[in-house]
């Protein structure tokens, strides 16, 4: 049993090493996949949950930004600095 559990960890935190690389670059799709099937293996995780809903808010981002132009741009911007600080 434990080691079940030490394996399905370290899936886990492979998974959100990826999604946070995958983050770093915007990938965001890539981020919601993996932080997604992480927070599959551990509802728990606030980490998982926290990128999921970062990749949401950055994908409505870009879609917003391709209709608003510069203005969606500087919100993005705005919103991965706060993010960055948390």
């Known amino acids: 049993m434990r080691s079940m559990v ?3 960890e370290q899936e886990r935190d492979a998974l959100l090493s990826l999604a946070r ?3 770093y670059v915007g990938h965001w799709t890539c981020v919601s ?3 997604g099937t992480a ?6 995780s606030k980490e998982a949950r926290r990128l999921v809903t970062l990749a949401t ?12 132009g510069e203005a969606g741009s500087t919100r993005q911007s705005d919103l ?3 993010m960055a600080h948390h």
């Open 57 to 68: 808010q950055e994908t409505a981002l870009q879609s917003s930004s391709s209709t608003d």
């Open 21 to 23: 690389g995958c983050g």
């Open 80 to 82: 991965r600095e706060l």
């Open 39 to 44: 927070l599959q293996i551990d509802t728990s």
């Open 6 to 8: 030490n394996t399905r």
């Open 33 to 35: 996949r993996n932080a």
